[in-house]
Nanobody, 125 residues
Framework: QLQASGGGLVQAGDSLRLSCAGS????????MSWFRQAPGKEREFVVA????????YYDHSVKGRFTISRDNAKNTVFLRMNSLKPEDTAVYYC????????????????????WGQGTLVTVSS
C-alpha cells in the first residue's frame, strides 16, 4: 500500500516536496517512481529511483528541477520539486515496480503494480 502526500497550490517558481509512504518490509527491494496526470491528458512518467537509491532517471521535462530520493528505513520516497511551472500542474502518483531488485529503471506504467492514490499539485502563473 502506498500513500502519497504533500501536494498543494503554489505559484510558479515555488517549491514543493511530495512524500510517498509504503508499507511492508520489502519496500527497500523495489524501484519506485513518480508519474503524473494533467487534466485531459494521459498519465506520464516523471522519475524513477533504483531500489537502493543509487540511480535515478528523470524525464527531460523535470530534469534539473526535480529530485527523487528515498529513505528505505522509513519506507518513504520523496520528490523535491523546485522552480515549478504551470505545466507541472497534475495529480502525482507514486508507484512500485513489479520486479524486486531490478537494475533497470522503467518509464512504462505497466511495469508498476502498486500505486498510491495521487496528490494534486497546482501551479498558478
Amino acid at each position: 500500500q502506498l500513500q502519497a502526500s504533500g501536494g498543494g497550490l503554489v505559484q510558479a517558481g515555488d517549491s514543493l516536496r511530495l512524500s510517498c509512504a509504503g508499507s511492508g518490509r520489502a519496500f527497500g527491494r523495489y524501484e519506485m517512481s513518480w508519474f503524473r496526470q494533467a487534466p485531459g491528458k494521459e498519465r506520464e512518467f516523471v522519475v524513477a529511483v533504483r531500489w537502493d537509491g543509487s540511480v535515478q532517471y528523470y524525464d527531460h521535462s523535470v530534469k534539473g528541477r526535480f529530485t527523487i530520493s528515498r529513505d528505505n528505513a522509513k519506507n518513504t520516497v520523496f520528490l523535491r520539486m523546485n522552480s515549478l511551472k504551470p505545466e507541472d500542474t497534475a495529480v502525482y502518483y507514486c508507484a512500485r515496480d513489479s520486479i524486486s531488485g531490478s537494475y533497470d529503471l522503467s518509464t512504462r506504467s505497466s511495469r508498476y503494480d502498486y500505486w498510491g492514490q495521487g496528490t494534486l499539485v497546482t501551479v498558478s502563473s
